[in-house]
């Protein structure tokens, strides 16, 4: 059973960092997509940013140059450093892990960044 815990999330001013940590277990096969999503209050969840396993990355454009997504394919862990903060980056971000046809989520962890 594929298990995702995500840690590193807080209250931080506009211009702070933050650093978020998901780490899957459960998974034997090391070719698979992991990602991070938000969602903010009233908002539809989207997409912040994704790694392959060959670590090709893309990002939403409302954080690129901010935000950098790295992995550790030994520990089965996904990153996301966020610098840069502003109060439009609040919000629950979801770790995210795509297999195939498989899509498994994390519990979500509060980002707020106050103004």
């Known amino acids: 059973q594929v298990q995702l815990v995500e840690s590193g999330g807080g209250l931080v001013q506009a211009g702070g960092s933050l650093r978020l940590s998901c780490a899957a277990s459960?998974?034997?096969?090391?070719?698979?997509?992991m990602g991070w999503y938000r969602q903010a209050p009233g908002k539809q969840r989207e997409v912040v940013a994704a790694?392959?396993?060959?670590?090709?990355?893309n990002y939403a454009d409302s954080v690129k140059g901010r935000f950098t997504i790295s992995r550790d394919n030994a520990k089965n862990t996904v990153y996301l450093q966020m610098n840069s903060l502003k109060p439009e980056d609040t919000a629950v971000y979801y770790c995210?892990?795509?297999?195939?046809?498989?899509?498994?989520w994390g519990q979500g962890t509060q980002v707020t960044v106050s103004s």
């Open positions: 790694i392959s396993s060959g670590g090709i990355t």
């Open positions: 995210n892990v795509l297999r195939g046809s498989n899509e498994y």
């Open positions: 459960g998974i034997i096969s090391s070719i698979y997509v």
